[in-house]
């Protein structure tokens, strides 16, 4: 059946391939990111390129209803934009961390509002949240990326037990290692400030970074494009798809060790990478 899809962050990674795997299987998909530059390949395709940028929610409501407007309908929303502030928590202004929360949580959140109504009125339709593995694991230096996407997976599950009596599913996704744009604004960010008393644990981190990011040790964003796709194709879809590259593994590692435990797996991990580097 051919559904009316929103996808967010749709300019790169997992966005785009997402965007266009939907296209391919015959659906109506607008892709949005503030590039609107970067998806014209998605209209060449067969798709529709909007120019949103999730932390401003008068655009964002503009848009959304102007979608609606055209189509009459909104079956699916892929929340996929956000992106990553590393570095040490004593180090990170709150300026940083405020929009680390305004893209990764609130923007979502506005975006989600925005199509309630219409879902609600049709009985239907469909929210997925890409999370992460971070959204269970954690690790040095991502203090505020890790928060936002543990965050998320509350707040969907919350909005499920919500939605669930209007006939709408919330599907929360979280992939492994997949390689996006992700990597390389990460290795930015731990380039600055050398004179860091956390210099170390930046180099250490940069270095355990490059080595997931190292082909092979990787999966494609159209993994995650897939699995998306199959969530949106199931009448019952799972309330979580963990994919991509050590995803599963990563997260039965959490669940069944302790905190301590799974503390001293991390930084022997990241012993190991350094010392071998």
């Given amino acids: 059946m051919k559904k009316v899809i929103i996808v967010t962050g749709a300019s790169s990674g997992i966005g785009k391939a997402t965007v266009l795997q939907l296209i391919r299987e015959g659906h109506i998909v607008y892709g949005a990111a503030r590039r609107l ?8 395709a067969g798709g529709s390129a ?7 929610h008068q655009q964002v409501q503009a848009e959304i209803k102007r979608i609606i407007d055209n189509e009459g309908r909104i079956d699916v929303l892929v929340n996929n934009a956000g992106y990553a502030v590393y570095g040490p928590v004593e180090e990170i202004s709150y300026e940083q961390a405020k ?5 990764n949580l609130f923007g979502l959140a506005e975006v989600t509002k925005a199509v309630l109504p219409t879902m609600r009125a049709q009985s239907s339709g469909t929210i997925v949240n890409v999370s992460s593995v971070g959204g269970k694991i954690y690790s040095p230096l991502g203090a505020w990326y890790h928060a936002t996407k ?6 969907s599950d919350c909005l499920r037990l919500e939605l669930k009596q209007f006939g709408i599913d919330v599907v929360i996704i979280e992939p492994g290692a997949i390689k996006t744009e992700f990597d390389l604004a990460m290795d930015q960010q731990l380039e600055q400030e050398q004179n860091s008393p956390y210099k170390e644990l930046k180099k250490t981190t940069a270095r355990v970074m490059t080595n997931v990011y190292k082909p092979g040790n990787y999966s494609e964003p159209s993994v995650i494009a897939n699995v998306i796709s199959k969530a949106i194709r199931s009448k019952d879809p799972k309330t979580r798809y ?3 590259k050590m995803a599963k593994q990563t997260l039965l590692g959490r669940r069944w060790l302790s905190d301590k435990s799974f503390d001293r797996m991390i930084m022997r991990m990241f012993r190991n990478i350094s010392g071998s580097s």
């Fill in 37 to 44: 530059s970067k998806m014209q390949d998605l209209v060449e």
């Fill in 50 to 56: 909007v120019e949103i940028d999730v932390t401003n």
């Fill in 99 to 103: 929009r680390q929360f305004d893209v």
């Fill in 150 to 155: 543990h965050a998320l997976e509350g707040w």
């Fill in 242 to 244: 963990a994919a991509g």
